[in-house]
Antibody, heavy 121, light 107 residues
Framework: QVQLVQSGSELKKPGASLKVSCKAS????????LNWVRQAPGRGLEWMGW????????TYAQGFTGRFVFSLNTSVNTAYLQISSLKAEDTAVYYC??????????????WGQGTLVTVSS | DIQMTQSPSSLSASVGDRITISCRAN??????LNWYQQKPGKAPKALIY???TLQSGVPSRFSGSGSGTDFSLTINSLQSEDFAIYCC?????????FGQGTKVEIK
């Protein structure tokens, strides 16, 4: 069965960096794009961007350029989200989500369990 | 960016009730509208795509309708496991934007 398993919660100080992993199983990794979605405390979902798992080409939403980097290791079917120069406002749950594409429509059909990132001094 | 507005922001209902949640886009998104269900501390779960197509495994008591700018999610005969937050999401243009969510609570 399809699974996306993310790395565990992180507590970081402002200015630090972190890397969240998203390991995929149960399907052909390079056939589906992986998206990243943020959910700040008490707020809605915010799309951060996506990475083409075939080419490795990332696309970032506005507001997620510069400090945010999407990457892959296709040998272990894993996508990564790296955030540098962490700020308190980066505190959120970060989700990876597989993008399904059917008849011209897209849907995030499978999601990781989420990674809570807390940035605090 | 396309703005997605849901209403109501919360509602109270009883098991067995029929409820409808609305989602409005500030420009046409044709039928590029998805619905997700999210329970506390859990990842969102896909319910509906293309405005009205049920994702595999989703019970038939869930249905979606609409096109253009106005959409709705209906749950017939609400079950205890349906109490959650429901969120719409447009996939017509980048960035894909989400509604703020509608919390369905037990009356």
């Amino acid at each position: 069965q399809v699974q996306l398993v993310q790395s565990g919660s992180e507590l970081k100080k402002p200015g630090a960096s972190l890397k969240v992993s998203c390991k995929a199983s149960g399907y052909t990794f390079i056939n589906y794009a992986l998206n990243w979605v943020r959910q700040a405390p008490g707020r809605g979902l915010e799309w951060m961007g996506w990475i083409n798992t075939d080419t490795g080409n990332p696309t970032y939403a506005q507001g997620f350029t510069g400090r945010f980097v999407f990457s892959l290791n296709t040998s272990v079917n894993t996508a990564y989200l790296q955030i540098s120069s962490l700020k308190a406002e980066d505190t959120a749950v970060y989700y990876c989500a597989r993008r399904m594409y059917v008849s011209g429509y897209t849907l995030f059909d499978y999601w990781g369990q989420g990674t809570l990132v807390t940035v605090s001094s | 960016d396309i703005q997605m507005t849901q209403s109501p922001s919360s509602l109270s209902a009883s098991v067995g009730d029929r409820i409808t949640i609305s989602c409005r886009a500030n420009q046409t998104i044709y039928r590029y509208l998805n619905w997700y269900q999210q329970k506390p501390g859990k990842a969102p779960k896909a319910l509906i795509y293309a405005a009205s197509t049920l994702q595999s495994g989703v019970p038939s008591r869930f249905s979606g309708s609409g096109s253009g700018t106005d959409f709705s999610l209906t749950i017939n005969s609400l079950q205890s496991e349906d109490f959650a937050i429901y969120c719409c999401h447009q996939s017509y243009s980048s960035p894909g934007t989400f509604g703020q969510g509608t919390k369905v609570e037990i009356k």
